[in-house]
Protein backbone atom coordinates (compact mmCIF):
# COMPACT_ATOMS: atom_id res chain seq x y z
CA UNK A 1 0.00 0.00 0.00
CA UNK A 2 0.96 3.38 -0.58
CA UNK A 3 -0.04 7.04 0.14
CA UNK A 4 -0.63 6.91 3.61
CA UNK A 5 -2.18 9.58 5.31
CA UNK A 6 -3.51 10.48 8.76
CA UNK A 7 -6.63 8.11 8.07
CA UNK A 8 -5.11 5.04 6.70
CA UNK A 9 -1.41 4.89 8.01
CA UNK A 10 -2.12 3.40 11.83
CA UNK A 11 -3.91 -0.05 10.24
CA UNK A 12 -1.03 0.00 7.85
CA UNK A 13 1.33 -0.20 10.59
CA UNK A 14 -0.28 -2.49 12.27
CA UNK A 15 -0.58 -4.73 9.62
CA UNK A 16 3.35 -4.43 9.18
CA UNK A 17 3.43 -6.36 12.71
CA UNK A 18 0.94 -8.99 11.69
CA UNK A 19 3.49 -11.52 10.94
CA UNK A 20 5.58 -11.19 14.62
CA UNK A 21 5.28 -14.65 16.27
CA UNK A 22 5.16 -13.69 19.70
CA UNK A 23 1.13 -13.05 20.16
CA UNK A 24 1.77 -11.11 23.47
CA UNK A 25 4.26 -8.41 22.07
CA UNK A 26 2.01 -8.52 18.85
CA UNK A 27 -0.72 -7.73 21.09
CA UNK A 28 1.14 -4.46 22.78
CA UNK A 29 2.69 -3.41 19.93
CA UNK A 30 -0.72 -3.27 18.11
CA UNK A 31 -2.19 -1.14 21.12
CA UNK A 32 1.49 0.79 21.51
CA UNK A 33 0.54 1.88 17.68
CA UNK A 34 -3.69 2.78 17.57
CA UNK A 35 -3.27 4.83 21.14
CA UNK A 36 -0.06 6.69 19.76
CA UNK A 37 -0.96 7.35 16.37
CA UNK A 38 -4.93 8.47 18.12
CA UNK A 39 -2.68 10.69 20.98
CA UNK A 40 -1.36 12.60 17.66
CA UNK A 41 -4.12 13.09 15.77
CA UNK A 42 -6.08 14.04 18.85
CA UNK A 43 -3.46 17.13 19.62
CA UNK A 44 -2.72 17.76 16.15
CA UNK A 45 0.92 17.41 17.08
CA UNK A 46 3.18 20.36 15.37
CA UNK A 47 6.74 19.26 13.79
CA UNK A 48 8.23 21.30 16.41
CA UNK A 49 6.40 19.77 19.11
CA UNK A 50 7.58 16.56 17.60
CA UNK A 51 11.40 17.22 17.35
CA UNK A 52 10.73 18.87 21.21
CA UNK A 53 9.44 15.27 21.95
CA UNK A 54 12.72 13.46 20.59
CA UNK A 55 15.33 15.68 22.15
CA UNK A 56 13.03 15.24 25.53
CA UNK A 57 13.87 11.29 25.34
CA UNK A 58 17.01 11.63 23.96
CA UNK A 59 18.70 13.65 26.66
CA UNK A 60 16.52 11.33 29.14
CA UNK A 61 18.54 8.72 28.13
CA UNK A 62 21.66 10.53 27.87
CA UNK A 63 20.90 11.07 31.23
CA UNK A 64 20.83 7.59 33.02
CA UNK A 65 24.17 6.05 34.11
CA UNK A 66 24.83 3.28 36.55
CA UNK A 67 23.32 5.24 39.71
CA UNK A 68 20.77 7.17 38.22
CA UNK A 69 17.69 5.64 35.85
CA UNK A 70 16.40 9.09 33.83
CA UNK A 71 13.45 6.84 32.41
CA UNK A 72 12.11 5.78 35.57
CA UNK A 73 12.00 8.71 37.14
CA UNK A 74 9.91 9.99 34.03
CA UNK A 75 8.03 6.75 34.49
CA UNK A 76 7.63 7.91 38.14
CA UNK A 77 6.76 11.32 37.65
CA UNK A 78 3.75 10.38 34.62
CA UNK A 79 2.20 8.10 37.46
CA UNK A 80 2.97 4.81 35.22
CA UNK A 81 5.04 3.22 37.57
CA UNK A 82 2.31 3.16 39.92
CA UNK A 83 0.05 2.05 37.69
CA UNK A 84 1.79 -0.97 36.50
CA UNK A 85 2.13 -1.79 39.84
CA UNK A 86 -1.47 -1.42 40.59
CA UNK A 87 -2.39 -3.44 37.69
CA UNK A 88 0.19 -6.14 38.85
CA UNK A 89 -1.49 -5.85 42.51
CA UNK A 90 -4.98 -5.98 42.33
CA UNK A 91 -5.95 -8.58 44.64
CA UNK A 92 -3.77 -8.14 48.07
CA UNK A 93 -6.40 -10.38 49.79
CA UNK A 94 -5.25 -8.73 53.11
CA UNK A 95 -1.88 -8.71 52.14
CA UNK A 96 0.55 -5.45 52.88
CA UNK A 97 -0.10 -2.83 49.96
CA UNK A 98 2.61 -1.95 47.27
CA UNK A 99 4.11 0.75 46.13
CA UNK A 100 7.08 1.68 43.54
CA UNK A 101 10.46 0.06 44.13
CA UNK A 102 12.31 3.75 42.95
CA UNK A 103 15.52 3.96 41.82
CA UNK A 104 17.59 3.82 44.26
CA UNK A 105 17.82 0.34 44.92
CA UNK A 106 20.98 -2.10 44.95
CA UNK A 107 21.74 -5.87 44.84
CA UNK A 108 24.15 -6.91 47.44
CA UNK A 109 23.32 -4.54 50.63
CA UNK A 110 25.49 -5.27 53.77
CA UNK A 111 23.81 -8.67 55.41
CA UNK A 112 23.53 -7.28 59.01
CA UNK A 113 21.97 -8.76 62.22
CA UNK A 114 18.74 -8.20 63.78
CA UNK A 115 19.41 -5.05 65.99
CA UNK A 116 22.04 -3.37 63.91
CA UNK A 117 22.74 -0.12 63.00
CA UNK A 118 22.32 0.76 58.86
CA UNK A 119 22.83 4.69 59.51
CA UNK A 120 27.07 4.61 59.68
CA UNK A 121 27.88 7.85 59.66
CA UNK A 122 25.23 9.40 58.80
CA UNK A 123 24.01 12.12 61.67
CA UNK A 124 20.47 12.14 62.38
CA UNK A 125 17.43 11.34 64.84
CA UNK A 126 18.20 7.96 65.64
CA UNK A 127 15.34 5.49 64.67
CA UNK A 128 14.69 1.89 66.31
CA UNK A 129 12.00 0.32 63.86
CA UNK A 130 10.66 -3.61 64.32
CA UNK A 131 8.09 -5.63 63.50
CA UNK A 132 6.90 -9.08 62.42
CA UNK A 133 6.57 -10.58 58.91
CA UNK A 134 3.67 -12.40 58.55
CA UNK A 135 1.53 -14.52 55.57
CA UNK A 136 -2.39 -13.96 55.14
CA UNK A 137 -3.45 -16.34 57.42
CA UNK A 138 -1.21 -14.64 60.57
CA UNK A 139 1.36 -17.30 60.64
CA UNK A 140 4.83 -15.71 61.27
CA UNK A 141 7.56 -16.29 58.54
CA UNK A 142 10.96 -17.10 59.81
CA UNK A 143 13.90 -16.58 58.32
CA UNK A 144 12.34 -14.07 55.70
CA UNK A 145 14.75 -11.43 54.03
CA UNK A 146 14.05 -8.34 55.07
CA UNK A 147 16.02 -5.63 52.63
CA UNK A 148 15.57 -1.78 53.41
CA UNK A 149 17.47 1.33 52.24
CA UNK A 150 16.67 5.18 52.78
CA UNK A 151 17.81 8.60 52.67
CA UNK A 152 20.08 10.75 54.82
CA UNK A 153 18.64 14.09 56.71
CA UNK A 154 20.03 15.83 53.54
CA UNK A 155 17.35 13.64 51.19
CA UNK A 156 20.34 11.76 49.37
CA UNK A 157 20.87 8.47 48.87
CA UNK A 158 24.49 6.94 49.19
CA UNK A 159 24.67 5.84 45.58
CA UNK A 160 24.03 9.54 45.19
CA UNK A 161 26.82 10.73 46.83
CA UNK A 162 29.35 8.21 47.33
CA UNK A 163 30.36 4.75 46.60
CA UNK A 164 30.19 3.39 49.67
CA UNK A 165 26.69 1.47 51.13
CA UNK A 166 25.09 3.58 53.58
CA UNK A 167 21.65 3.47 55.27
CA UNK A 168 20.61 0.55 53.79
CA UNK A 169 21.05 -3.58 55.08
CA UNK A 170 19.66 -6.86 54.16
CA UNK A 171 18.19 -8.93 57.21
CA UNK A 172 16.48 -11.66 58.65
CA UNK A 173 14.17 -12.48 60.43
CA UNK A 174 13.81 -14.27 63.74
CA UNK A 175 11.94 -17.54 64.41
CA UNK A 176 8.74 -15.59 65.05
CA UNK A 177 9.23 -13.42 62.21
CA UNK A 178 10.38 -10.71 63.81
CA UNK A 179 12.85 -7.97 62.84
CA UNK A 180 14.64 -4.86 64.38
CA UNK A 181 17.08 -2.34 63.73
CA UNK A 182 18.47 1.20 64.34
CA UNK A 183 18.45 3.92 61.71
CA UNK A 184 17.62 7.42 61.19
CA UNK A 185 14.75 9.39 61.11
CA UNK A 186 14.48 9.80 57.03
CA UNK A 187 13.46 13.04 55.76
CA UNK A 188 11.43 14.06 52.24
CA UNK A 189 13.28 14.85 49.66
CA UNK A 190 13.23 15.87 46.13
CA UNK A 191 14.24 13.53 43.42
CA UNK A 192 17.03 14.42 40.91
CA UNK A 193 15.61 17.79 38.96
CA UNK A 194 18.82 18.58 37.01
CA UNK A 195 17.96 16.59 34.42
CA UNK A 196 14.77 16.35 32.22
CA UNK A 197 12.74 15.29 34.59
CA UNK A 198 13.19 18.32 36.23
CA UNK A 199 12.89 20.53 33.32
CA UNK A 200 9.32 18.79 32.93
CA UNK A 201 7.77 19.46 36.48
CA UNK A 202 9.18 22.79 36.22
CA UNK A 203 7.26 23.55 33.45
CA UNK A 204 4.40 22.36 34.57
CA UNK A 205 4.80 23.50 38.29
CA UNK A 206 5.04 20.76 39.62
CA UNK A 207 7.37 20.34 42.79
CA UNK A 208 10.03 17.59 42.84
CA UNK A 209 9.44 16.31 46.49
CA UNK A 210 9.12 12.86 47.84
CA UNK A 211 7.15 12.08 51.51
CA UNK A 212 9.38 11.17 54.29
CA UNK A 213 9.83 7.20 53.92
CA UNK A 214 11.54 4.03 54.54
CA UNK A 215 11.89 1.73 51.91
CA UNK A 216 11.23 -2.13 52.01
CA UNK A 217 11.63 -5.53 49.79
CA UNK A 218 10.56 -8.52 52.06
CA UNK A 219 10.66 -11.85 50.73
CA UNK A 220 10.05 -15.18 51.93
CA UNK A 221 10.12 -19.00 50.14
CA UNK A 222 6.52 -19.50 48.82
CA UNK A 223 5.61 -16.14 49.03
CA UNK A 224 5.52 -13.14 46.82
CA UNK A 225 7.98 -10.48 46.91
CA UNK A 226 6.81 -7.20 48.62
CA UNK A 227 7.98 -3.88 47.45
CA UNK A 228 6.48 -1.20 49.84
CA UNK A 229 7.63 1.70 51.88
CA UNK A 230 6.34 2.65 55.61
CA UNK A 231 5.68 6.41 55.51
CA UNK A 232 6.51 9.49 58.12
CA UNK A 233 2.83 10.36 58.95
CA UNK A 234 2.67 14.39 59.31
CA UNK A 235 4.99 14.60 56.52
CA UNK A 236 3.62 17.80 54.38
CA UNK A 237 3.99 16.17 51.12
CA UNK A 238 1.74 12.94 51.68
CA UNK A 239 -0.87 14.38 49.54
CA UNK A 240 1.26 15.45 47.09
CA UNK A 241 4.00 12.87 46.21
CA UNK A 242 5.93 13.82 43.15
CA UNK A 243 5.70 10.12 42.22
CA UNK A 244 2.31 9.09 43.48
CA UNK A 245 3.53 6.37 45.78
CA UNK A 246 1.42 7.13 49.19
CA UNK A 247 -1.15 4.72 50.17
CA UNK A 248 -3.31 5.17 53.70
CA UNK A 249 -2.22 1.91 54.99
CA UNK A 250 1.71 2.81 54.84
CA UNK A 251 1.51 5.90 57.14
CA UNK A 252 2.97 5.56 60.37
CA UNK A 253 3.59 7.01 62.90
CA UNK A 254 7.12 7.50 63.82
CA UNK A 255 6.74 8.20 67.73
CA UNK A 256 9.32 10.66 70.00
CA UNK A 257 10.98 9.50 72.71
CA UNK A 258 13.11 10.79 75.66
CA UNK A 259 16.16 9.50 76.44
CA UNK A 260 16.21 6.41 78.20
CA UNK A 261 16.28 2.81 77.73
CA UNK A 262 15.30 1.44 74.09
CA UNK A 263 13.16 -1.46 73.81
CA UNK A 264 16.26 -3.61 72.92
CA UNK A 265 17.93 -2.05 76.16
CA UNK A 266 20.44 0.28 74.50
CA UNK A 267 20.27 3.46 76.37
CA UNK A 268 19.56 6.22 74.58
CA UNK A 269 21.55 9.95 75.74
CA UNK A 270 19.40 12.04 73.49
CA UNK A 271 15.00 11.96 71.91
CA UNK A 272 14.75 9.01 69.63
CA UNK A 273 11.96 8.46 67.40
CA UNK A 274 10.41 4.50 67.09
CA UNK A 275 8.05 3.36 64.73
CA UNK A 276 6.80 -0.41 64.30
CA UNK A 277 5.04 -1.84 61.45
CA UNK A 278 3.90 -5.72 60.56
CA UNK A 279 3.99 -6.86 57.16
CA UNK A 280 1.93 -9.55 55.33
CA UNK A 281 3.14 -11.51 52.13
CA UNK A 282 0.87 -12.84 50.10
CA UNK A 283 1.56 -16.27 48.76
CA UNK A 284 2.72 -17.13 45.70
CA UNK A 285 0.71 -18.20 42.77
Known amino acids: MRDFDEHNITQSVIERFGNTPDPRLKTILNSLVT ?17 AAIK ?12 RQEF ?25 QTTVLG ?20 EGEPLYANGVIRNVDGKPLANATVEVWQCNTDGFYDVQISPELNLRAEFHTDDQGRFHFWSILPSSYPIPYDGPV ?7 RRHPYR ?7 ISAPGHETLVTHVFVKGDQYLDSDA ?20 PDGRQMTQPWRSFSYDFCLKAAT
Open 35 to 51: HLHDFIRDVDLTFDEWQ
Open 56 to 67: FLTRTGQQCTDT
Open 72 to 96: ILLSDTLGVSMLVDAINHRQRNGAT
Open 103 to 122: PFFVDNAPHLPLGADISGKA
Open 198 to 204: GDLLQAT
Open 211 to 217: PAHLHFM
Open 243 to 262: VFGVKNSLIEEFRQHAPGSA
